[in-house]
């Protein structure tokens, strides 16, 4: 029932009904969606860049704990969704020929197939 409702204006046009009422509110978005064009994010440095060799340039969040003097060194970009699940396998004792079989079974998958690392 609510969803009809909510269907009947813009989210712009809720949020500030709410707002005007005191009523808590926030969007319901995807991150990409209002975090890295935030001006807050932009101008605090929050978020990075970062080429991925795989999928391109990526927007990243930076670590949300900032400490005096302190820098965090981002050196690889975020694994992809079992990027390193043969890796991890094979040092589990899985033979070569049993990881395959998990692969071709579809127990085991990467987001853009087969990777081999």
């Known amino acids: 029932m609510s969803t009809?409702?909510?269907?009947?204006?813009?989210?712009?046009?809720w949020l500030s009904m709410f707002?005007?009422?005191?009523?808590s509110c926030a969007p319901v978005t995807e991150s990409s969606q209002w975090f890295f064009d935030d001006p807050h994010f932009i101008a605090d440095n929050s978020i990075l860049?970062?080429?991925?060799p795989i999928i391109g340039q990526v927007k990243l969040s930076h670590n949300g704990i900032k400490f005096k003097n302190?820098?965090?060194v981002y050196s690889k970009p975020t694994p992809l969704l079992g990027e390193h699940m043969r890796m991890i396998l094979s040092e589990l004792g899985y033979s070569e020929v049993?990881?395959?079989?998990?692969?071709?079974?579809?127990?085991?998958?990467?987001?853009?197939g087969d990777l081999m690392y």
């Open 4 to 13: 009809r409702i909510f269907k009947t204006k813009a989210s712009e046009q």
């Open 19 to 23: 707002k005007k009422n005191k009523i």
């Open 49 to 52: 860049e970062q080429q991925h």
């Open 70 to 72: 302190t820098s965090t």
């Open 98 to 112: 049993k990881i395959d079989e998990l692969y071709s079974k579809g127990i085991v998958k990467t987001e853009i």
